[in-house]
Nanobody, 121 residues
Framework: QVQLVESGGGLVQPGGSLRLSCAAS????????MGWYRQAPGKQRELVAT???????NYADSVKGRFAISRDNAKNMVYLQMNSLKPEDTAVYYC???????????????WGQGTQVTVSS
């Protein structure tokens, strides 16, 4: 069994900052790419940022220069530092981790339960 637990969401004023964390635990052999996605009310889930096992990063155009993704391989964690937040960043944020539970098995994507981020004055 693998679990992803997110934390760090909340209510913040426009221009403020938040740091999201996602911890993977359980039967993990290796972790490949990790990422953050978000879903606003009435909209489809969209990619926010991803980071590979060699720490190559990719960002949605809407967050470039404001958000930063990082990972701690020793702790099986991924982070999203969000600065200069805007009301349009309001959404439920989900982490996604691609991992293998044993050497010979397939890589499977796991999702966290989501954490609410609300940007409002």
């Amino acid at each position: 069994q693998v679990q992803l637990v997110e934390s760090g969401g909340g209510l913040v004023q426009p221009g403020g900052s938040l740091r999201l964390s996602c911890a993977a635990s359980g039967s993990i052999f290796s972790i490949n790419a990790m990422g953050w996605y978000r879903q606003a009310p009435g909209k489809q889930r969209e990619l926010v940022a991803t980071i590979t096992s060699v720490e190559s990063t990719n960002y949605a155009d809407s967050v470039k220069g404001r958000f930063a993704i990082s990972r701690d391989n020793a702790k099986n964690m991924v982070y999203l530092q969000m600065n200069s937040l805007k009301p349009e960043d309001t959404a439920v944020y989900y982490c996604k981790v691609g991992l293998k539970t044993d050497r010979w098995g397939p890589r499977i994507d796991y999702w966290g339960q989501g954490t609410q981020v609300t940007v409002s004055s």
